[in-house]
């Protein structure tokens, strides 16, 4: 497996656009989590789905963010409309329930700045 | 509210120094608790420790849980430039499901 995935690799989008960031799992995992990686808060989580439903999105800091999972290998997540303060690096992870190893894969991320 | 906080925040030692890095937590329904290594990419998987006293091992690194206490720390003998990281520190919760808190991580520094 290629492992998670993740595109764009680094986007640089103007105040007030929509963006949005793409997560493909490594198959057969049944959990993925959206993370946001800044060197003020590290590694924050935002939402997380288990086979393709949310299960909480607490850590979504805004109304501005929405993330969805059609199916069991694509998620994104939006932002729209975007603000400077959204500029992150945002990680998508994917694990497996096997109640022995479950640790977290993660994607490469994508590096977003909002000018 | 859950929380992972790992200390130091930063670290520099010398190549051949023996490092120690430190994570405890405040969490409900703790499962298990995870250590990365994050270089300028993914975070890359390290450990996973469930019991307490059971010291995990891997070529230069080792990691120990004290769920009693809630900490956990994580060794480097011998530390090499390539050590040169930030490590996270992770516990996996579950109530039902599962998810992963982070702490903010500790930044090493490796000097030749």
């Known amino acids: 497996d290629a492992g998670v995935i993740q595109s764009p690799r680094h986007e640089v989008t103007e105040m007030g656009q929509e963006v949005t960031l793409r997560c493909k799992p490594i198959s057969g995992h049944d959990y993925l989590f959206w993370y946001r990686q800044t060197m003020m808060r590290g590694l924050e989580l935002l939402i997380y789905?288990?086979?393709?439903?949310?299960?909480?999105d607490s850590g979504m800091p805004e109304d501005r963010f929405s993330a969805k999972m059609p199916n069991a290998s694509f998620s994104t997540l939006k932002i729209q409309p975007s603000e400077p303060r959204d500029s992150a690096v945002y990680f998508c992870?994917?694990?497996?329930?096997?109640?022995?190893?479950?640790?977290?894969?993660f994607g490469q991320g994508t590096r977003l700045t909002v000018v | 509210e859950d929380k992972v906080v790992q200390s130091p925040l930063s670290l520099v030692v010398h190549e051949g120094d023996t490092v120690t890095l430190n994570c405890s937590y405040e969490?409900?329904?703790?499962?298990?608790l995870l250590w990365y290594k994050q270089e300028k990419k993914a975070p890359t998987f390290l450990f996973m420790l469930?019991?307490?006293?059971i010291e995990k091992k891997s070529g230069r690194l080792s990691s120990i849980l004290d769920k009693k206490e809630l900490f956990s720390i994580l060794n480097i003998t011998a530390t090499q430039t390539g050590d040169s990281a930030v490590y996270l520190c992770?516990?996996?919760?579950?109530?039902?499901?599962?998810?992963?808190?982070f702490g903010t991580g500790t930044r090493l520094k490796v000097l030749a």
């Open positions: 469930t019991s307490s006293g």
């Open positions: 992770a516990v996996e919760v579950t109530s039902g499901t599962y998810k992963y808190i």
């Open positions: 789905f288990n086979n393709n439903v949310p299960i909480d």
């Open positions: 992870a994917s694990s497996s329930w096997t109640g022995l190893n479950t640790e977290a894969f």
């Open positions: 969490v409900t329904n703790f499962r298990s």
